[in-house]
Structure formats: structure tokens, C-alpha cells
């Protein structure tokens, strides 16, 4: 199956690089864009056929590997 | 020759490129900041290294829509040479002056250190002083430098004879050690097809000076210098 | 009603003596935001209040040094009008918390301390103690601190020169992170904190403030406890981006006359900013807190005062400055806020909703900070290892093998190459010598640059090791060729509560100070970090020195690569064979134990300046300090920098000849000559001890006509430890 | 309104941080694991209320500087 998963820094930890995506786009012209976050996306292919067990599993690389729990906050999806 | 170097919040090389061009022009260049909407009558524009917006989102990506860019575009078309190095090559694939993309250096480290490059080509107002072949070293100092463009662009770089500088070993051969950073067919640097715009992620503005280690970036700006005087 | 209880007080880490202290001197009880600036004020970290007393012990003094101990960096005399200002300052406990934002950060801070007094940075270093190379935690660590050491220092564009990097099981909890930055100012405009004048507008400018960090210098006061990853959401994250805008928005304005004083908000922010400008400036502060720029909502007068959020500067303008300067500000897109202004009141005033929250005097509590002469006990002696109690290898070239291979020794190759090195276009001696050389930009000058310290000597004994440490830096800058300046320290030690972790403290102070005196290397900055232990075990005493020199003529600056075959090779000082505390004790024979090698500092003195004059002259090559693994490790040192090898004799007359080869004496370097003559009756004259030893020339080491190694094999030891460690899963 | 925009690099560019995850968790031990695909994503506070209008002007956002086209493809979603 395949997991997705999504990694953003904790609300009220600095973003450096969604404030100079804002920034930017406000030089572009584009108006009434407030707050921009940037975070990380990933794909795994995963061998794992049951659902749970994928959670699982993935939920322990986020832990151990794909976020900084320190500064980070991470969303899992398994789909089929 | 009279140059313009234009400064991003975030360039870091633009003193350096400064210093390398006054010492081979015998005149400074004019530094222009990226907010100027119009460029003074200049031989060339560089595009310096250094990290233009961070480097956050894309390498040079905020930058490609400073205002000035847009000028520095107009001039390349109408044939002005422009010099884009390491964050300006970047600049320069984001504003489509030049094909291609910077990605992630493939060990996905930041590299400094000196390399060794040969020179492809010859055949341009930047590169017209060195040898067809020879092999020279500048230092590079990068985290995005893995040059990539789908096959048949670089198709098109090799029969155009684009390709400037690769990176090689101390032999001027290729092989596991000589790829600092993953690029495909090991590209360093390349030409536009008018020529005159090159991209490279090497500093040859770091080395124009005895003391500092080498001087075969000097030959670069020397050739500019009498490249334009001609 | 009483708003603070007790364990308010002690989570804000005030011990009883110190709230009634505080009572004292408001005359009532403090509200939780002056609760709050009194434990940042009074904390370790800001206080110096175990360290104070030992600290002003240091010498400070010369002739060259224009600003000592006090201000946010020291700054030293260059000539031709320049000056050069620099300081170490240690991020240990965020580093092993977040490695890569806490080195980052770490970096960023001192950036800031240097940029601040006026100088554009020209070069950083770090120092770097990491724990065993086995401990599960260690290469995510190291990945994480040379990662961020690099992302910030490469995008402000300041290059990373040099450092240190060693491991040891005794850091297994608290890995040590010193960051030094050095900067080029004209010295006719440096920039002080002092707020001296009444009605002047005190302005913030650079990022907004967020809730980071709260409580960092209280966190970096505190011991660790197993389970402080709890203590985890006060890191902060830095944008090094915005350091470059600050960087280039501040020495902008510092070309006019619009600032009166600059102070950067680093540890306990806002508070502690502005309590030293109105402190040093005998003047009071009137902030008005509405007004300074904020990333969230509905920030506390407590949260803004003690934020940690980076990049940020406090400054007081001269009467109309304001417009000038908010020029600047905006044109680099930084926030910029007139937030308060000076008053003479000599106290520091909060308001919030335009009502009055928090009310301090400022100088009770900025210099009347507790201070503590804290019980100490001199440290054990330890018995000194003779030569020949430690057992001689078969072969001292396969020893050398494991030396040059083992990580402390190991090539370093792999954390430079992350760092820009050469950006600025000045450098004429990166990594990997023993000081980084940077040309001063525009003159024909140099500043070499080196930081040292050998926690195995300084564990052993913490003086000598400490001397060690000094000496060990003067020397550096003299291999080079350059005239030693100052010195900055970053003391990094355990608890200061108990008495030997206090003698330790007071040995690594009396040891620099001995050896300062002695090398006329005053102390010009330095920082103190105290409680780095973990469930009761602290780190070795690790007294980190920072040192910087003067080069006249940067095309004369010596490296340690051999550069011919056929020169002599000559070995300059005394060498006893000292093996104790060595680290051919520890890797080859498995031992740690012994005192340290002694550190004779009048010789030390004699032996740099001969080597100094014989590089001015031009009659030395290529120059090495005999250091860590002694003559034969140093030897293979400049035959791998310069590709070239060498063929040397143990003397008939010496001490074991395990003991000659890898003993750790100090001052001695070895140099090669094409004119060995000269430079042995120069010796002579000087009454410094020198002799030939062998040949430059060939592919290999060669020791006494029996053993031999190529250079090949030796490079391959030594560049692939640290690869293949941080490539391992 | 708020936008939500993930960027991928095209298949058939190669994805050097997606490899090194693969085989960090890999080395960590987990089995099973297949392709490991990187991107970002980003939030997008915007003033705009009119969902069309809003995604029309993300769309034209990613364009000009959220993602390069030569090797990234994007999605948008429209959040209310
Ligand atoms: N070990 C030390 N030796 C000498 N001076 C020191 C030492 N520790 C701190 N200092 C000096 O005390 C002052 C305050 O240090 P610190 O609070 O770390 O500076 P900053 O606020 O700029 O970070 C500085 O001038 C520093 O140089
Ligand atoms: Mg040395």
C-alpha cells in the first residue's frame, strides 16, 4: 500500500522559508496573501497490505526518521 | 569593458566578483541593486553567487522575479553577455535564460572544495583564452548544484557544443570521484545558444589571485576583458 | 494577594537567597514578568555568578588591545587604522536538543556579537566535542551540528575556517558546540552598548518576535536530566537569510553617525538587551511593548521580554537618526520599531495597553547580581607515566596507522567540505593547517586564526591542561608565521555547585591566566558554560581557547605542507618522550591515565619566537607544531599535505624510541630547511634546542632505515575514518 | 480561504532525497519498503473568499514561483 505523509514545522515555530514565499509572492503582485507555511511531502510504497499495520509502521519512521519531532508535527494517510 | 553586478538580498559573492572585475577591467564594475527597473549601458552583467532569498523554496527561484531581472533579460536577447555564477546559474535556468535546473547536490551536502574542470569549449567570448581541453580547478561551494535537463536538451547542449566546463579528475577524466554533486553528463557550466550567456556553478572569481590558491578563473574575466575590446 | 509561591520561584530557578534578594531590591513582591527578568538576569548564563570572581583574575591588557572582557566581542589593534574583533561563545545544551538549529543558531548568535560592535565578519570557527563514536546518538548528531554550522554560515557568506573535532565517551550526554567569529572593523568606529543620553529612541529592528526560546538562558543554567527532552519546545529556528539582510542593514547604517549604541538581543533577549545598554549607558528604559513587531497574537509582556527568537538588535539613535535609519531598515525589508526610549529615571519601565506592567531598577539588578564564591577543592594529583611504563609498539609505523586513522586524529575533510570556505575571496589557508590565514581585505595583511584545547590533559589536570590549551593556540598562530594577539576562552564545565567541578573551574582560569602572562596573549572576550552534566556525570573540564594572530605580509604565511625533496627536516624544542595522558596511550596502548605533558611556558615562548623569526626570514619551508600523537603523527601530517615523504633517524641519545616518536612534549615543531646550517646556528644563538632528524623526499615515512609506510597508505587511514563513519547506518 | 498546494518532481526526475530516505529506513530497519517520493506542500492563508478566483490565482502562483515546471508537477486544493 502506499502512505502519505505530511511534515510541518509546530505552529509557532519560525518558517523562514514560507515568510519569504510570502514575501515573494507579494512582490509578484499578488494581493490579500496572508500567512504561508512550507512543509514536507512524502510517497512510501509500502510492501504492507494491512492498513493498520502500515499506520504503524510509518508512524515509527515519522518518529525515528521522516520529522523532527522537535520542531515538527507530522499527518499520516494510508491509502490503498 | 564596463560590467554591472547585480545584487540580491542574499548575494554573497558580490563583493568578490566585484574585486576579481576591477583587477581584470582595471575599472570597478557598477553594482546594481535588484530593486532598479533599468541598467546602465554595460559590456556585461554578472549575476553573483551567493543565496538570493535564502535559497528558500527553489535556489534563485525569488530572485528570476527581481525587477532588474527582467532588464537583464532584454539585454541577453538583444546579445549583452551575461555571467551567472553558482546562485546566478540558478537565477539563470529560473528565468529560462539558459535550459535546464539545479537540483540537490545528489549526496545532499553542501560541497566546497576545489575541482577540478575541464574546458569544453573554447568557442565563446567567456572561455576564449583557456585551451580546448585543458584542464583547470576552481573552488565550488554549493548545496543545489546538480545540473539536470531531460535528454534531448542535453542533446541539443552537446551538438551545439554548449557544454562549457565539466567537472573531471586531476586528469581531466571522468569517473566516480570527479561528480561532485550528481550532474548529469557531469555538467559545470553552459551556453545559451547565441553564446553569449554562460551558467557555471564554479567560482572563478575565488580563484584570480596567487594568493588565494590559483588563478585560472582570472583567464575568464582577462578573456571577457579582450574578448570585448576586440 | 500573592502571586509568586515558591515553586514559582524555583521553576524560575532563584534559589531562596536570591528571591529575598530581589524582594530587597523591589521593596515588594515582583509580578511574574519581573519574576521572569530577574531569573534571565540572574541566570548563570548571564550572570557569571559562580565564574565572576575567577574570571576577573584574567589578564586583559596590552598594548594593542583596544576593548577587553565586557563588551559583546574583545577587539584588538591591527594597524593601518583596523581592528580586529572577536569571541567564542558555546551552544552545548540546544545543540544536543536540536542538533542542526542549535548549532545554527549557536552560529548566528555570534555572528551577531561581532557584527554588532562594527566589523564585518571575515571568518568563523567551531569547536566541536562530541561523545563516543559508538553511542547510538553520536553521528545524528554530528550530522545535524555540521549541517547547521554549515546552512548558516554558508548563506550569510562568511566562511568556516577551521575548528575542532574530537570524541570521547565522557560526552555521551552533553555534546560541546563553540562557535568563534572573527571580524575586520575600522578602528576608529566601533559600536559600544552603553545607552549613554536621556530621550533617545530605542529602536528594534531585524525579525519579529515569536514565543522561541523561552527560557534559554535559564535552560543553558540547568543541568540535564535523562528526560530533559521534555525541555524540547524552547529551541529556536534561524534564518540565516535575515541575518545576511541584518548583517548588511547594520553596517550600513554604522557608516553614519545615526546609532549611539547597538546591543543584539541573544540569550534572554529583550531583557537582557536592554538592561546592559541602560546599565553601561547609567540611564533608564521606557519600552513601550504594543509596539514591538510580533509573529503571533497576543504575546505576554513575560513572553516578549524573555523570547530567544534570533536576529534581532536593539539600538539607541542619536536625536534625529530615526529617519536615516528607518532608510535602511526598509530598504533591507527588516522590521524596524521605535519601542521605548531612554530616561533618567535609571529604571527600566514596561508598558503594555498603555498601562504600566513591570517596574525595575536597573543597575540593583544588573550589577548587583548575586555573585558566589562557590567552595572549591584543588583537583587530585596525577602520578606522571615514565617512558618507559608504556609499552613500545612492534612496529611504530602500523601504530602510526591507527593514530592518523583513530577519530580524534582522523582527517576532517568531511565536515569542511560542507562549509564555504572560500567565499569572500580572502583566504589563503583554510581547514586543515594548524591556523586558518585570512587575508584582511585590501591590504597586503593576515589574520591567522585557531582554536585548541586537549580535554584528555585537561581531564587529567585541569591547569596544565589549560596552559596546555593557550600555549597549544600560541604556538598554532606562530606555525603559520604569525605574531599571536589575544586569546578568547569558552570555559565548558560541569556543575559549579560541587567543589571539584568548581576546582576545575578555577584551575582552567589559572592555568590561561599563567600562560597569557607568560605569552603576552591577553584575554580579550570569552563565554562560561556551566552545568554541562548529565544524571550526575560531567564533562571533562573542556576550557576551549580561541586565539588570533597577525600576519604583516599574507605571501608569507608558512603552511605545514612539505614543499621539496632533499630539504632537511628539523625538530625545534626538547623532546622528553612524555606519554602520559597521550593519545598513543589511549589508542595504542589503551590507557588512560598519568599527567599531562608539562608546558615549560619560558621555553615555549623562546622556541615560537625563534621558529616566527626563521619564517620571517624566509629560511623555513613548511612548519607543523608538534602536537597531539607527537613528532612521528606530525611528521606524516606535512608529508600528506605536501604529497612528499621523508626518512628520519631516532637519535641515539633519546628516550625509547617509542617514546621519542610518539611522545606529547610541548613546544616543539618541526619545520624543513634548504638551509638546515642557518637555521641550527640561529638555534644555537637563541639557546633553542634544534636538531636535524632526516630528508624530505619520496613516497614514503621511513623511521631509522628499518620501517616505512607510503604516503598512500597513510592518506587512505586518514580520510576514511570519518566518511565511512557517517555514511554507517 | 485557504490553499493547499503540493509539488513533486515529475516522475522520471530523479529524487535524490526520496533515495536517501529509502535507504535511511532502510538501515533503520524497516522491510518492505518501496519507492519514497519527496515534495513540498504548502499552506496558503488567503483574503480571497470566491473558491474560483482563489484557485485561479494559486494556479497562476505555482506558474510564476511555486514549483518549476521543468521538473515539478503541482496540485491545488481550495479549503474553505
Ligand atoms: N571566560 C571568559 N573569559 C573572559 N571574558 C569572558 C569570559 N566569559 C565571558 N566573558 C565576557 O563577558 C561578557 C559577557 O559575555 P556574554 O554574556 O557571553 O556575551 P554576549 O551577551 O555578547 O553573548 C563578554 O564581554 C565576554 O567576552
Ligand atoms: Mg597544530
Redesign the interface.
Known amino acids: 500500500m502506499k502512505a502519505v505523509v505530511h511534515v510541518t514545522l509546530k505552529s509557532g515555530v519560525l518558517d ?2 514560507g515568510k ?2 510570502r514575501h ?1 509572492l507579494g ?2 503582485g499578488f494581493d490579500g496573501v496572508g500567512d504561508v507555511r ?1 512543509g514536507k511531502y512524502l510517497e512510501i510504497d509500502l510492501a504492507e497490505n494491512d492498513p493498520d499495520r502500515a499506520r504503524e509502521s510509518v508512524e515509527d519512521m515519522c518518529k525515528r526518521l521522516l520529522a523532527n519531532t522537535v520542531i515538527e508535527d507530522y499527518v499520516i494517510e494510508i491509502a490503498g | 569593458m564596463r560590467a554591472a553586478v547585480i545584487v540580491f ?2 548575494s ?2 558580490d ?2 566578483i566585484q ?2 572585475l576591477r583587477r581584470a577591467a582595471g575599472a570597478p564594475p557598477v553594482m546594481v541593486w535588484h530593486k532598479e527597473t533599468s541598467l546602465p549601458a554595460v559590456d556585461l552583467i554578472v549575476l553573483p ?3 538570493s ?6 535556489c534563485g ?2 530572485a528570476a ?1 527581481s525587477p532588474v531581472v527582467a532588464e537583464v533579460a532584454a539585454r541577453a536577447r538583444k546579445g549583452v553577455p551575461v555571467l551567472g555564477i553558482c546562485n546566478g546559474f540558478q537565477v539563470l535556468t ?1 528565468t529560462g535564460l539558459l535550459p ?2 539545479l ?11 576545489t575541482q577540478h574542470l575541464s574546458v569544453e569549449t573554447t568557442q565563446s567570448l567567456f572561455t576564449g583564452l583557456y585551451r580546448p581541453g585543458e584542464v583547470i580547478a576552481m ?1 565550488i ?1 554549493h ?1 543545489d548544484g ?1 545540473y ?1 535537463a531531460d535528454d534531448d536538451t542535453l542533446r541539443s547542449l552537446r551538438d551545439e557544443d554548449r557544454i562549457a566546463f565539466r567537472y573531471c579528475d586531476a586528469r581531466g577524466e571522468g569517473g566516480a570521484d570527479a561528480n561532485p554533486n ?1 550532474s548529469r553528463d557531469r555538467i559545470a557550466g553552459i551556453l545559451n545558444g547565441r553564446r553569449n550567456v554562460l551558467g557555471l556553478m564554479p ?1 572563478p ?2 580563484h ?2 596567487a ?2 590558491g590559483g588563478v585560472d578563473g582570472a583567464a575568464l574575466f582577462e578573456g571577457l576583458v579582450r574578448a570585448l575590446a576586440a | 494577594m500573592s502571586a509568586i509561591t515558591p515553586e514559582m520561584v524555583r521553576e524560575h530557578g532563584l534559589s531562596a537567597d536570591e528571591y529575598a534578594r530581589a524582594l530587597a531590591i523591589l521593596g515588594r513582591e515582583p509580578n511574574l514578568t519581573e519574576l521572569g527578568i530577574f531569573s534571565a538576569m540572574w541566570s548563570e548564563h548571564c550572570s557569571y555568578k559562580s565564574s565572576k570572581r575567577w574570571l576577573r583574575t584574567l589578564p586583559t591588557e596590552a598594548p594593542w588591545v583596544i576593548c577587553g572582557p565586557g563588551e559583546n566581542a574583545g577587539v584588538v589593534d591591527i594597524g593601518e587604522g583596523l581592528a580586529c574583533i572577536f569571541k567564542m561563545e558555546s551552544h552545548n545544551h540546544p545543540s544536543f536538543i536540536e542538533p542542526y538549529q542549535g548549532a545554527a543558531t549557536g552560529v548566528g548568535g555570534i555572528l551577531r556579537d561581532v557584527f554588532t560592535m562594527g566589523a564585518r565578519p571575515v571568518a568563523s570557527l567551531n569547536a566541536l566535542r562530541f561523545g563516543a563514536p559508538a553511542h547510538p546518538k553520536t553521528r545524528h548528531l554530528v550530522a545535524g551540528v555540521v ?1 547547521g554550522i ?2 548558516y554560515g ?4 562568511v566562511p568556516t575556517l577551521g575548528g575542532e573535532c574530537t570524541f570521547h565517551a565522557a560526552y555521551d550526554g552533553n555534546i560541546l558546540v563553540n562557535a568563534m567569529t572573527v571580524g575586520v572593523a575600522d578602528a576608529a568606529r566601533i559600536f559600544y552598548s552603553a545607552a549613554a543620553g536621556v530621550g533617545l529612541s530605542v529602536v528594534y529592528v531585524g525579525s519579529k518576535t515569536g514565543r522561541d526560546g523561552i527560557h534559554g538562558a535559564t535552560m543553558a543554567s540547568a543541568e540535564f536530566a535523562s528526560d530533559s527532552e521534555a525541555k524540547r519546545p524552547t529551541v529556536q529556528v534561524g ?4 541575518e ?2 541584518l548583517l548588511e542593514a547594520c553596517l550600513e547604517l554604522m557608516a553614519t553617525d545615526a546609532i549611539v549604541a547597538i546591543q543584539d538581543m541573544g540569550a534572554a533577549g529583550l531583557t537582557c538587551s536592554t538592561f546592559e545598554m541602560a546599565s553601561k549607558g547609567g540611564v533608564g528604559i521606557e519600552l513601550d511593548l504594543d509596539r514591538v513587531p510580533m509573529r503571533e497574537d497576543g504575546m505576554s509582556a513575560y513572553e516578549l521580554m524573555l523570547s530567544e527568537s534570533q536576529e534581532r538588535m536593539l539600538m539607541v539613535l542619536r536625536p534625529g537618526g530615526e529617519a536615516e535609519a528607518r532608510r535602511v531598515f526598509e530598504k ?2 527588516l522590521d524596524f520599531a521605535v519601542i521605548g526610549r531612554t530616561t533618567d529615571t535609571g529604571r527600566l519601565v514596561l508598558r503594555q495597553n498603555g498601562t504600566p506592567i513591570a517596574e525595575l531598577p536597573v543597575d540593583p539588578l544588573a550589577e548587583a547580581a548575586p555573585e558566589y564564591d562557590r567552595p572549591w577543592i584543588p583537583a587530585p594529583g596525577v602520578a606522571v607515566i615514565p617512558p618507559a611504563a608504556v609499552p613500545a609498539p612492534d612496529d611504530p609505523l602500523q601504530a602510526l596507522e591507527r593514530l592518523l586513522g583513530c577519530p580524534d586524529l582522523a582527517s576532517k575533510r568531511w565536515i ?13 589557508q583554510g581547514p586543515g593547517g594548524d591556523a586558518a590565514v585570512v ?1 584582511v581585505h585590501g591590504t597586503a595583511k593576515a589574520l591567522a586564526i585557531t582554536s585548541d584545547c586537549t580535554p584528555r590533559y585537561c581531564a587529567a589536570d585541569a591547569r596544565e591542561g589549560a596552559r596546555q590549551a593557550v600555549a597549544e593556540a600560541w604556538r598554532n598562530l606562530t606555525a603559520v608565521g604569525a605574531k599571536p594577539l589575544a586569546i578568547t576562552d569558552n570555559l565548558n564545565l560541569g556543575n559549579p555547585e560541587r567543589p571539584e567541578i568548581m576546582g576545575q573551574l578555577v584551575g582552567c582560569v589559572e592555568g590561561i591566566r599563567d600562560a597569557c602572562l607568560a605569552l603576552d596573549f591577553p584575554v580579550v572576550s570569552g563565554n562560561v558554560s556551566l552545568y554541562n552534566e548529565t544524571d550526575g556525570a560531567a564533562i571533562p573540564p573542556t576550557p576551549t581557547i580561541g586565539a588570533v594572530g597577525l600576519i604583516e605580509d ?2 608569507g604565511a608558512c603552511t605545514l605542507a612539505f614543499k621539496a625533496a632533499g630539504e632537511a627536516v628539523v625538530l625545534i624544542g626538547t623532546t622528553a618522550g612524555h606519554l602520559g595522558a597521550s593519545l598513543y596511550l589511549r589508542e595504542i596502548a589503551s590507557a588512560e591515565d598519568g599527567a599531562p605533558p608539562p608546558v615549560d611556558l619560558a621555553a615555549e615562548k623562546r622556541n615560537g619566537d625563534f621558529v616566527r623569526a626563521e619564517i620571517a626570514a624566509g629560511r623555513i619551508s613548511a612548519c607543523h607544531d608538534v602536537s597531539d600523537g607527537g613528532l612521528l603523527v606530525a611528521l606524516a601530517e606535512m608529508a600528506l599535505a605536501g604529497d612528499i615523504g621523508a626518512e628520519i633517524a631516532v637519535p641515539e641519545d633519546a628516550p625509547p624510541a617509542h617514546a621519542w616518536l610518539f611522545g606529547e612534549d610541548q613546544g616543539r615543531y618541526l619545520a624543513s630547511t634548504a638551509d638546515a646550517e642557518t637555521v641550527l646556528e640561529g638555534a644555537r644563538a637563541a639557546r633553542v634546542p634544534a636538531m636535524v632528524i632526516g630528508l624530505t623526499g619520496g613516497g614514503r615515512l621511513t623511521v631509522g632505515g628499518r620501517h616505512a609506510i607510503s604516503i598512500a597508505h597513510l592518506r587512505a587511514a586518514h580520510e576514511d575514518w570519518m566518511p565511512r563513519y557517517m555514511s554507517a547506518p
Chains 1, 4 share one sequence.
Open positions: 523562514p522559508q519569504a514565499v515573494a512582490a509578484l512550507q | 538580498p542574499g554573497n559573492c563583493r568578490d574585486v576579481a553567487g551567493g543565496f532569498y535564502g535559497d528558500y523554496l527553489r527561484a525569488m522575479h529560473e535546464g535546473v537540483m540537490r547536490n545528489a549526496q545532499l551536502r553542501f560541497v566546497c572544495r573552488p561551494a548545496m546538480s539536470f550528481g567560482h572569481e575565488r584570480a589571485d594568493l588565494l | 549541517a554549515g546552512g554558508n548563506c550569510v557568506g534564518d540565516p537569510f535575515t545576511k539582510l533591507w525589508e569542511w567540505e560542507q562549509y564555504d570556505q572560500t567565499v569572500m575571496a580572502d583566504t589563503v587575508r599574507a605571501t
